[in-house]
């Protein structure tokens, strides 16, 4: 599914609910109304209402637009719901509803107040089939449930809700009831299924915690119900029940069973699973997870049985999808999951699915979403994730920065996060929060971990740094200045020690992206002593891969016309004139950015006007002596925007440094023209070109240089 497009209805639906607002009316209650003349299909209107369930967009104030006739719904979702009373009856209860989800809605609905607005539309009274009503809340003071005027129920899930004996007796009296899950409420005594054993198909009752009838008269109860063809009496491991044991014991039970769940049982062995099997070759599915069975070679064999086990990924998968809303079986499964897949070398899309689902459903439990987050790592490690949907990796890299929200202080599940985001193809092609994702690595590195950690923040950081617009910047501020200080810490660190290792590379290179465009960063940087650091990485190193990113950093505070007095000094104009002859072409172009810059502006220069001409002539002759600017250097260097060339290339009266700016455009124009030259569009800066074109005076290069940027741009880009 997530390999595939969005489909063209859910684009549709996405649209209209995001545009509510404005397509609806207000009543005078303030609630929405659409418009008189729509009429959505039955399984359109179905499809609406699920997709804002999903997508928490189901309130009192929304579900007021299933009031009217315009959609007519069969299968109604409202899972998780916020939803009054009064709001659920008036929306949804003059429907022709033939199923009906109300799992976990909000506690001012409840469980009487749903059906007895169900029981007030007596068509749904007769046909509604389907009613779950898992974890949802009673009133403490509530009397008896009525079920039975539902008479045309045939499916009913209490799982998880405050229903008692007397409720189980209400509900087996229904007169079309086939499947009944009872699993994790308060019933103790299940004699009362005796009066639904003739039509009773499924029965679900995991964890039935507060069951206190023998095992013989659970099993003669069991023994009665003849038409099952499932049975689920799976239970937590931590419980010790045997019953599962015994029941396996018996022959003369369950002649029609094809689904057996009886994992968390304790005494269980592959023999007795076998025996029980064989005397029932119909058999096609059996639980065994958290339990001593499953591990023969009769279940692999065995054509046309499913088990969810952990006995190997086919049964850690099937135990996945079929528990996925029982916590202890999800976690169980998942520490199975780390085991197998702790050195898979094959790409499981399916897998990270279904890890997926179990972090979605148990939001708040720690052991799920840690396990969880460690076998996404396993999962999508190395080179896995590029065979990933990349839909997929964004729900996971979203779930796993929900987890990090709920439990800020578990340390490990932080690691995790972090680790998944060290990955190339997540941290590049993955759509996530990357705004939350800068915060969280930017504190993160600022904790001072030991050092694997901290190179992976600070590479992170690097390339995250890029990826935030100006606004998220600014937001950003108290990070960005820890983290600054952290960053050049670092780089202090490693200059004193001479260790010219990937850390300083990376912290190097994060420097460089955070002052990009951001004058408050730069500010920080030189009140941070960033400049006095830099010069002795200068007087260290003289590796080009490290002078690279130096001078980059130096670029972009450069380009700040307010701190280029900072930048002015002795030291730094000496490490710049010379690195300007630098034999490799990235750092002595980034060399020349710097003169550029520095020399656009007269003011820092009142007293060293001969230095400052000699520059210039220095950067006239060395511009002029490379080579073509479509040349290749070490790396491309990258431009959020060409807002900090646009007064270099009005300059006229500064020939040298206009030619540096057109020859730094036409590079990177010639190098990656879908980007640079539609950003040339929309910053305007095509009229800039224009005008060197028309200027008599014009530098003879800069007026060849821009006119071969333009014929390139009329050539290839008019589409622009």
Request: with cysteine.
């Amino acid at each position: 599914e997530e390999a595939s497009p969005y489909s063209l209805v859910d684009i549709c639906l996405n649209i209209l609910i995001a545009n509510l607002e404005k397509l609806c009316s207000k009543r005078p209650d303030g609630t929405l109304c659409l418009p008189e003349h729509w009429s959505f299909p039955q399984e359109v209107a179905d499809r609406f209402l699920g997709v804002m369930t999903w997508e928490g967009k189901l309130t009192d104030r929304t579900a007021s637009i299933f009031q009217g006739n315009e959609m007519k719904l069969k299968l109604a979702n409202i899972q998780k719901a916020k939803l009054s009373t009064a709001a659920f009856i008036k929306a949804f209860c003059h429907h022709r509803l033939i199923e009906l989800d109300a799992t976990a809605v909000h506690a001012d609905l409840t469980v009487p107040d749903i059906v007895s607005g169900l029981c007030s539309n007596s068509w749904i009274q007769q046909n509604l089939r389907c009613l779950l009503l898992d974890s949802t809340s009673i009133p403490g003071d509530s009397r008896k449930l009525c079920f039975g005027q539902l008479t045309g129920l045939r499916i009913l899930s209490v799982f998880s809700v405050c229903f008692h004996n007397e409720d189980l007796a209400n509900v087996s009296q229904l007169p079309r009831l086939e499947s009944l899950d009872i699993s994790n409420t308060l019933v103790t005594n299940i004699s009362a299924l005796l009066t639904c054993k003739d039509r009773l198909k499924s029965l679900t009752m995991h964890y039935l915690k507060c069951l206190t009838m023998t095992k013989p008269q659970v099993l003669a109860v069991i023994r009665e119900l003849k038409y099952l063809v499932h049975l689920d009496i799976s239970d937590h491991r931590q419980l010790k029940s045997d019953l599962a044991f015994h029941l396996l014991q018996q022959k003369d039970i369950l002649p029609n069973v094809v689904s057996l769940d009886i994992s968390g049982g304790s005494c269980i062995t592959d023999g007795a699973v076998e025996l029980f099997i064989q005397q029932r070759p119909a058999m096609q599915f059996v639980g065994l997870l958290a339990t001593d069975a499953g591990y023969s070679d009769f279940f692999t064999t065995k054509q046309g049985l499913r088990v969810a086990g952990g006995a190997n990924m086919n049964q850690i998968s099937e135990a996945l999808s079929r528990y996925r809303k029982r916590s202890c079986f999800v976690k169980e499964a998942l520490y199975r999951l780390f085991t197998e897949t702790f050195s898979v070398q094959i790409t499981m899309p399916a897998i990270l699915k279904l890890v997926a689902i179990g972090m979605r459903n148990h939001p708040l439990d720690l052991p799920v979403q840690f396990t969880a987050s460690a076998c996404t790592l396993n999962l999508t490690r190395q080179g896995l994730a590029r065979g990933m949907p990349v839909r997929l990796l964004s729900e996971v890299t979203c779930l796993l920065f929900k987890a990090l929200k709920n439990f800020p202080h578990y340390q490990q599940l932080q690691k995790n996060c972090l680790l998944s985001l060290t990955n190339s193809r997540i941290l590049v092609d993955v759509p996530f929060d990357r705004f939350d994702a800068a915060k969280f690595v930017m504190r993160w590195l600022c904790k001072h971990e030991n050092p694997k950690m901290q190179t992976m923040a600070v590479s992170i950081t690097s390339i995250l740094a890029l990826q935030l617009s100006p606004e998220q910047t600014v937001q950003l501020k108290e990070e960005l200045f820890m983290a600054v200080k952290e960053l050049l810490a670092i780089v202090k660190q490693k200059t004193t020690e001479n260790l010219d290792d990937v850390t300083l590379l990376f912290t190097l290179k994060a420097l460089w992206n955070l002052t990009d465009e951001s004058p408050a960063v730069c500010k920080h940087f030189i009140e941070n002593e960033g400049l006095t650091i830099f010069i002795q990485v200068l007087e260290t190193f003289s590796e080009s891969a490290i002078q690279s990113k130096v001078l980059g950093l130096l670029n972009n505070v450069a380009e700040v016309r307010e701190l280029s007095s900072d930048l002015v000094t002795e030291d730094v104009v000496k490490h710049i004139s010379s690195l300007l002859h630098s034999k490799e072409m990235e750092i002595s172009y980034l060399a020349a950015g710097i003169i550029a810059h520095l020399a656009s502006d007269r003011q820092p220069w009142l007293s060293r006007e001969l230095q400052r001409s000699a520059l210039l002539q220095d950067l006239h002759a060395t511009v002029q002596n490379w080579p073509s600017s479509s040349c290749k250097m070490t790396a491309l260097v990258t431009y959020r925007s060409f807002k900090a060339f646009f007064p270099l290339l009005g300059n006229f009266s500064q020939p040298e440094v206009q030619l540096w700016a057109l020859w730094a455009v036409y590079h990177v124009c010639s190098k990656n023209p879908s980007k640079y030259c539609k950003l040339l569009v929309e910053e305007e800066g095509l009229q800039l070109l224009c005008d060197i074109q028309e200027h008599r005076g014009a530098d003879p290069q800069a007026l060849r240089i821009a006119t071969a940027i333009l014929d390139d741009f009329r050539m290839h880009f008019m589409n622009y």
